[in-house]
């Protein structure tokens, strides 16, 4: 209401930040875009795009407070055979949140809709950690502090076809 943007493609993928500031949208055709949102009117304005190819099928927001991941973040399953971590910026005098491309995880992702999500911090695990589901019938755990080579943590496989999405529960 009161708003108006228009995205290169279809909407796929939809999340707020945690305070409810910016509205990220991810398409058919790799754009993220953002948008500030203006909580007591509802109305939305148009901030930034990232085109990162391919369809984007899932976003996922999260503002970090520990050492290894201080910057607020945007998680992004994109195809083909990416996940992406994005450092949330905002940009100077406008406050517009803005992405620069923090780090990228090798995923089996080329057809179906993959979601991803950030684990929980734990504090008798140091670091800072992601999981997605993949089309080669696995769970993948990704350290996001680590460097390339020990980035992968873990692999949940056995599955009965690709895993879709993932979550976690603390209880």
Do not use: Y
Not at 11 to 37: E, I, M, N, P
Not at 67 to 91: G, I
Request: glycine share 12%; with cysteine.
């Amino acid at each position: 209401r009161g708003g108006a943007g228009r995205l290169p493609g279809r909407v796929l993928a939809l999340c707020f930040d945690s305070r409810g500031r910016f509205l990220w949208a991810g398409d058919d055709r790799g754009s993220v875009s953002s948008f500030l949102c203006d909580p007591g009117t509802g109305r939305l304005t148009k901030a930034s795009r990232v085109v990162v190819g391919g369809a984007i099928t899932s976003l996922s927001a999260r503002a970090w407070a520990n050492r290894e991941a201080p910057d607020p973040s945007l998680l992004v399953n994109a195809c083909p055979d990416r996940l992406l971590l994005f450092r949330v910026v905002e940009e100077e005098g406008s406050g517009a949140p803005g992405l620069r491309l923090r780090r990228s995880f090798p995923t089996r992702h080329r057809e179906q809709p993959v979601r991803s999500c950030f684990c929980p911090l734990m504090s008798f695990r140091q670091g800072a950690c992601v999981v997605t589901g993949s089309e080669d019938a696995c769970v993948h755990f990704f350290d996001v502090g680590r460097g390339a080579r020990g980035a992968a943590l873990n692999t949940l496989p056995g599955h009965g076809g690709a895993v879709l999405a993932v979550a976690f529960n603390c209880d």
